[in-house]
């Protein structure tokens, strides 16, 4: 039995992990400091975001703050993801703290809303070469099915910890320090994540193939940016965007698909692809990449306005509109290690999910029942059954992924799921935020009460976050305040119609199209070390799955 147990931990993988207990635990640390990096400043800067729209100027740029670092970042995850797999994940990982570092200081110094945006782009770029290779790093330095599924409820348990304190800490900084701190704290985390993986992660997974797929990497680029260009800027009136049937907006998606075209023409014939395509023959695969497009728009998109709603109309301030979130990111780390820790155990991944998607579809179906009399326990109602909709989501997809592809392919794997979910979140974002500015507009000139008003204070209403500047609402008769207030919680369930989509799609795809996968669990391997050969248990999850399912068949069909 020990030989058994031996040859299993083996499986091709212990000379990817440390020597020692410490050192594994402290090259998870790094990677987990890693991964709160890039997830932290997706939430830290909401609440801020209505104290920098005020100060920098730009209501037609609040959304692009957030689309900025999400279209950098998804269009860097497939590249980062197959640089890991070819020069090692360390390499790659430090690279990308540094370059995030040098995007954070660079944001917290923006003088106008326009660098801010650039400044949020070159962040995005080390946050995607992050998320593009910190959850292979796990995969690989947990290589037991049961085991690694254990600690990914952990790891999305700290990914849930940085969202529920990105928002708290957000606004405690933005009302106590200055927004600009938001972006400056993360330069400490960022230093002690690059100490731990300088002396503490091994590099011992690079393949040692040097040759990149430049062609492949410009067209997935371009494909990627001219997509979310189109439908960031389609919908909107000029100079901050055009009309859908406009030539710039029917030009970028016709470059998007031609990119795409030559994308997948470049895959099937280079030697070493971006992503090799072949991946996508597994049915598996295929279906979790849908769905985690469906969840990073349902993740992101959803809680973009929440923190302008709670300021705006609930009329609270920068810490209250951060903590209401914090009740979404303690039902997701709650769900997510009863998820992880189900899965572990009990071995089925498909339950799960499918708890995950009808919770989800009713929170979204909750936020239409929030308005401008509203009180804040039903807003946070409607953040917990969110939160634990998203827990069991985020971690039975990457389990999913992990046990689904070979792996020498695993950075390319995970990669390809966390880019689908980069770009589900983008076209939340770009999506609802355009819809929201719009309606919220619309709103506004439609209304009887802002036709009295002088020019100065109409324009001033056109950005709701002005309210927030005592001068401006201070001057402002109660009906045209109660105007702006109606106007933006119709422009944000607008917004919500497309989360319910998203919702909808992810629910569907979860309860019809996911199969129902069983992983090894240790109950099931110690079963399998009893009538199964060595050499079986050395094999991939999958083909051992077949192998003690054919073993209990024999013995079944060998009963009198």
């Not at 106008?112 to 290779?133: D, K, Y």
């Not at 292979?136 to 940085?162: H, N, V």
């Not at 995950?356 to 936020?367: E, H, N, R, Y």
């Not at 609802?432 to 324009?459: C, D, H, R």
């Amino acid at each position: 039995m020990a030989d058994l147990n031996n040859s299993l931990d083996k499986k091709g993988s212990t000379k990817q992990l440390p020597s020692d207990n410490k050192k594994v635990a402290l090259a998870l640390s790094g990677i987990i400091l890693s991964i709160l990096l890039s997830s932290l400043d997706q939430t830290i800067v909401h609440p801020a975001m209505p104290r920098i729209v005020e100060e920098l100027q730009g209501f037609s740029l609040f959304a692009w703050v957030t689309t900025a670092y999400l279209l950098t970042s998804t269009a860097s995850i497939p590249i980062a993801g197959k640089f890991g797999d070819m020069f090692g994940r360390k390499l790659v990982l430090i690279s990308a703290i540094i370059i995030f570092l040098i995007g954070s200081m660079l944001s917290g110094a923006a003088p106008s809303m326009i660098w801010l945006v650039i400044f949020r782009g070159i962040q995005g770029i080390g946050a995607g070469a992050l998320m593009g290779n910190a959850f292979a790093q796990i995969a690989e330095l947990f290589p037991d099915s049961a085991k690694r599924a254990r600690w990914q409820g952990f790891i999305t348990a700290c990914f849930g910890a940085s969202s529920m304190l990105g928002p708290t800490l957000g606004g405690f900084i933005t009302d106590n320090l200055s927004w600009r701190w938001v972006f400056y704290v993360n330069l400490p985390v960022g230093a002690l994540a690059i100490l731990s993986l300088v002396f503490n992660l091994p590099n011992a997974n690079a393949t040692g193939r040097r040759r990149i797929d430049w062609w492949g990497a410009f067209t997935i680029t371009g494909a990627v940016v001219t997509l979310l260009l189109a439908l960031t800027w389609g919908g909107q009136k000029p100079p901050t965007g055009y009309s859908w049937v406009s030539p710039q907006i029917l030009g970028l998606i016709g470059a998007s698909i031609l990119l795409t075209g030559l994308f997948i023409f470049i895959e099937r014939r280079v030697e070493e692809p971006i992503v090799p395509l072949q991946l996508f023959t597994l049915p598996t695969l295929r279906v979790v990449v849908i769905i985690s497009l469906g969840v990073g728009g349902l993740m992101l998109g959803t809680t973009l306005f929440i923190p302008l709603f709670v300021q705006v109309v609930l009329g609270q301030s920068a810490s209250s509109s951060g903590a209401i979130t914090t009740p979404l990111a303690l039902a997701q780390i709650s769900a997510s290690i009863l998820t992880t820790q189900f899965i572990g155990r009990i071995g089925n991944l498909k339950m799960p999910l499918v708890m995950g998607g009808i919770l989800s579809v009713t929170g979204v179906g909750l936020l239409f029942t929030l308005g401008v009399n509203s009180p804040t326990w039903q807003v946070t109602m409607c953040m917990i059954v969110i939160g634990l909709g998203l827990g069991p989501l985020m971690p039975g997809t990457t389990i999913l992924v992990q046990e689904s592809i070979p792996r020498k392919n695993l950075g390319v794997g995970i990669s390809s799921m966390q880019f689908f979910r980069a770009i589900g979140s983008t076209l939340g974002v770009a999506l609802i935020g355009s819809f929201v500015t719009n309606n919220y507009v619309a709103n506004i000139n439609a209304a009887e009460a802002s036709k009295n008003l002088n020019p100065q204070l109409l324009a001033a209403i056109q950005e709701p976050q002005n309210l927030l500047n005592k001068q401006i609402s201070g001057s402002l008769p109660p009906d045209v305040i109660a105007t702006v207030n109606q106007a933006l919680v119709n422009a944000t369930h607008q917004g919500y119609f497309i989360s319910a989509g998203f919702a909808l799609l992810v629910a569907v795809l979860v309860i019809f199209f996911v199969p129902n996968l069983w992983i090894i669990t240790p109950r099931k391997r110690k079963g399998a070390a009893e009538t199964l050969p060595a050499e079986a248990l050395t094999q991939p999850e999958a083909v051992m799955e077949e192998s003690l399912a054919a073993n209990q068949g024999e013995k079944q069909n060998s009963r009198p």
